[in-house]
């Protein structure tokens, strides 16, 4: 990252501050009118929900550059575990139907913190990735003689 360029920044910081928008206001953790949580947010629920904002926001900014391989399905689905893991587990449609309401407080509420640390994880391992990507294959600005980088490559 040392060698990221402004605007590798700038989307890192916009797209921390919108995954901390919209993390925080669908899962209530910013009081909205839109979104109510019927349990308390737990303590842990802020700093996961802040780790996981600069965790997307950071790998968000390694798809700047256009020479790396897209992908992302570790970081999906980082980001939806986190998500699972940061909401009441009673206003979650999808676990109330599945569980039940008892059954989300009995069942779904204490595995939280684990899908939070999970989802961190998946996060960080993309990130991870990418940048390990970038660093030991970096692709040329053009090919020798003024050609496609891509035809260099092959």
């Given at each position: 990252m040392r060698q990221w360029k402004t605007r590798q920044w700038a989307v890192a910081l916009g797209a921390t501050a919108l995954s901390a928008l919209l993390l925080?206001?669908?899962t209530a953790l910013i009081?909205?009118?839109?979104?109510?949580?019927?349990?308390?947010p737990e303590w842990w629920n802020y700093p996961v929900w802040i780790a996981t904002a600069v965790l997307a926001g950071l790998l968000t900014a390694t798809y700047v550059d256009p020479a790396m391989p897209?992908?992302?399905?570790a970081g999906a689905g980082g980001g939806f575990l986190a998500w699972f893991a940061i909401g009441c587990p009673v206003?979650?449609?999808?676990?109330?139907?599945?569980?039940?309401?008892?059954?989300?407080?009995t069942w779904f509420a204490p595995l939280q913190p684990v899908l939070a640390v999970a989802g961190m994880g998946f996060l960080a391992w993309a990130l991870?990735?990418?940048?390990r990507n970038a660093r030991s294959c970096p692709v040329p600005a053009s090919a020798p003689g003024g050609g496609d980088p891509a035809e260099a490559r092959d």
């Open positions: 925080g206001a669908a009081p909205n009118p839109v979104f109510d949580r019927m349990i308390a897209r992908g992302g399905a206003c979650n449609k999808l676990v109330v139907l599945a569980l039940g309401t008892s059954g989300a407080l991870r990735a990418r940048l």
